[in-house]
């Protein structure tokens, strides 16, 4: 119902359409159960909001900020969290958010992948100085299993991106990375989802 009730929320048939497949592919459930139900959420990279929204909706002690490069997305995301007091977002770089602080929560989801190696380890470590003590880092990223589905992930980004670089980060680089960073609990987590789904999602939760 919320799910619905979120799509319908949207203006123009393609980002409805958008935001139904990416519900399709990856349930908001499968993320929300991990994320804190109160307090300062911060979501890098957040494209249409959709999760956000849902996330929004479900606890309303939460104070969610999406920060997201392109601008139309941001504007769109606006639209449709209208009249939802506690979800808002922004145009910003994530490479360049500094007066983030005191979060309870910072999401990356689906955009570590988009970045170089190096930009990877920066943005993990700049998360990890912008948490409060109890805080939690959430990365949800792309399994390298089974091997088709990361090889349809991979052609299916290279079109999207229109043949841009891709960094696709294997579970136990990712795991070294967290705690290069400092995050001393690392929970793992592959994301049980239909038989064919073509993602293989996997999530992170890194606390300090
Ligand atoms: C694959 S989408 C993921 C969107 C959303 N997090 C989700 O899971 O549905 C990656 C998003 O990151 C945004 N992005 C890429 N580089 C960015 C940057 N430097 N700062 C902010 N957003 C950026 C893109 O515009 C895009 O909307």
């Known amino acids: 119902m919320i ?21 399709i592919l990856l349930s908001p459930q499968d993320i929300e159960k991990y994320i804190p139900e109160k307090g300062k959420i911060v979501d890098l990279g957040s494209g249409f909001g959709s999760y956000d929204i849902y996330f929004a909706l479900k606890e309303k002690k939460r104070q969610i900020y999406g920060f997201e490069l392109n601008k139309n997305r ?12 506690n979800v808002k977002f922004f145009v910003q ?48 990223e792309i399994w390298e299993k089974p091997l088709w589905k990361y090889y349809y992930c991979v052609l299916h980004d290279k079109i999207m991106t229109f043949n841009e670089p891709i960094f696709f980060i294997k579970k136990n680089d990712m795991i070294s990375k967290i705690k290069k960073a400092g995050f001393k609990k690392i929970e793992v987590r592959i994301i049980k989802s239909w038989l064919l789904n073509p993602i293989p999602h996997i999530v992170y939760t890194c606390k300090l």
């Not at 619905?4 to 497949?21: A, E, P």
């Not at 989801?109 to 948490?131: F, N």
Request: charged share 25%; hydrophobic share 40%; proline share 0%.
């Open 93 to 140: 770089d994530f490479n360049k958010n500094r007066d983030i602080n005191n979060c309870d929560c910072i999401i990356m989801s689906d955009i570590l992948h988009h970045v170089s190696k190096e930009t990877q380890d920066i943005l993990i470590m700049s998360a990890k100085s912008k948490l409060n003590k109890t805080g939690c880092l959430i990365i949800k």
């Open 74 to 85: 941001v504007y769109n995301a606006n639209i449709a969290a209208e009249n939802i007091k």
């Open 3 to 23: 799910k619905n009730n979120i799509i319908s929320r949207y203006k123009g048939n393609l980002i409805k359409l958008y935001v139904f497949l990416r519900y």
